[in-house]
């Protein structure tokens, strides 16, 4: 008998409402045994069975999707595409949770929880053979496939709490499951992350031309702004103008934005402004008031569009004095509600202060749920 054959008994069986743990955890067996890509989409499909609606079925779900860990790559994919597909909010929360911790390296802590009667599965499911980046990898594409008004929105959230919940009884080397989600819904939601913020620091490191950088901006825009909505790269403004960048944040309000080269001056020794800046500005500036006088006509392209703030990007401010960075923020302050002048750096500055202090508040409100649990247990 094939395996196809064996696979397709095998569905029959495990997929039945009155499928008991112990066949459940035969039918994992099999499926590893197996170890194919049909034996993989079993899996799947076992985690998203609500088997009747029982009591039973979260052990035979987790045990599910930690046998899909097992395949690694391919079953960490598996997962993000059950928490994407799935109409049933048992089987998000289970996927999204055992992406969590394996991300973190605690699928141990899961598999002892869910497998306490199949010892020789807890032991195989326990294994992260080097994958944490992998299943890192797949809970940021679950998070960033959410719609923020979406069911699987609150689904994540609630995924969050029940993670959060448990952070004082272990204590992982690296990041707890509840850090892990947060930094995905953090990726997903605000599109920022530490890895693009370091690509960006390496490109500017190699001095690169202008349309390197813009076609990398383009790419992340979450580094022009981490608030963005929504990002044009290249509109044209009427029939002469081309901006390089014009940014809707979330808050409906707009930023065009006009770049020149890393490799430009931005200030000069004297302390005035390059001339590289100065035509940045003079550009951003005409962007700007063409937007203004020409809104009724620009919001058919941009929704909401009041008046637009200006922003230039000029050299990198890491090569300012003090006395350069002091009559910097002079000419920004002169020019606060019109037009702001930043290197190139600081936009990596700015998204490496937001995702720190973004982290920071979510470990500040995990300890707090931590605190009030202990609480709850002990009056």
């Given amino acids: 008998m094939s395996d196809a054959t064996d696979l397709n008994e095998l569905r029959q069986k495990v997929l039945s409402d009155g499928c008991s743990p112990e066949q459940t955890n035969e039918g994992i067996r099999a499926c590893l045994k197996v ?48 928490g994407l597909r799935t109409e049933r909010h048992s089987s998000r929360s289970v996927a999204i949770q055992t992406l969590a911790h394996f991300a973190a390296g605690t699928e141990g802590t899961l598999a002892g929880i869910w497998c306490h009667k199949a010892p020789d599965l807890e032991e195989e499911l326990s294994s992260a053979h080097n994958t944490r980046e992998l299943a890192r990898g797949q809970l940021t594409r679950l998070a960033a496939g959410v719609d923020a008004e979406s069911e699987l929105s609150w689904d994540l959230v609630s995924a969050l709490n029940a993670l959060a919940i448990p952070d004082n009884l272990e204590k992982p080397e690296g990041r707890s499951p509840s850090a892990e989600l947060f930094e995905a819904m953090l990726t997903g939601w605000f599109r920022i992350n530490d890895a693009g913020i370091q690509d960006y620091r390496a490109l500017l490191a190699r001095e690169p031309i202008e349309e390197e950088v813009h076609q990398f901006l383009a790419s992340e825009p979450h580094l022009l702004n981490p608030l963005q909505l929504r990002t044009w790269s290249k509109p044209r403004l009427g029939e002469e103008l081309v901006a390089d960048f014009v940014v809707q944040q979330v808050d409906n309000s707009y930023r065009v934005v006009e770049i020149e080269s890393p490799g430009d001056l931005l200030m000069t020794k004297s302390g005035n402004l390059s001339a590289a800046a100065t035509e940045a500005v003079r550009q951003a500036l005409e962007y700007r008031q063409w937007l203004v006088d020409n809104r009724l006509y620009a919001v058919q392209q941009f929704p909401d569009l009041q008046s637009p703030h200006a922003i230039a990007v000029v050299g990198m401010e890491s090569s300012l004095n003090a006395k350069q960075r002091a009559r910097l923020h002079a000419e920004n302050d002169s020019r606060r509600g019109s037009v702001e002048i930043i290197g190139f750096d600081r936009l990596a500055d700015r998204a490496t202060a937001l995702l720190q202090n973004l982290l920071m508040r979510s470990r500040s409100t995990q300890a707090i749920v931590s605190e009030i649990d202990r609480g709850a247990d002990n009056p």
């Fill in 35 to 82: 170890g194919t890509g049909e034996a993989l989409a079993l899996l799947a499909e076992m985690v998203d069975h609500d088997y009747g609606g029982w009591t039973f079925k979260w052990h035979q779900k987790y045990t599910s999707a930690l046998a899909c860990g097992v395949f690694g790559s391919d079953g960490f994919a598996a997962l993000a595409d059950c």
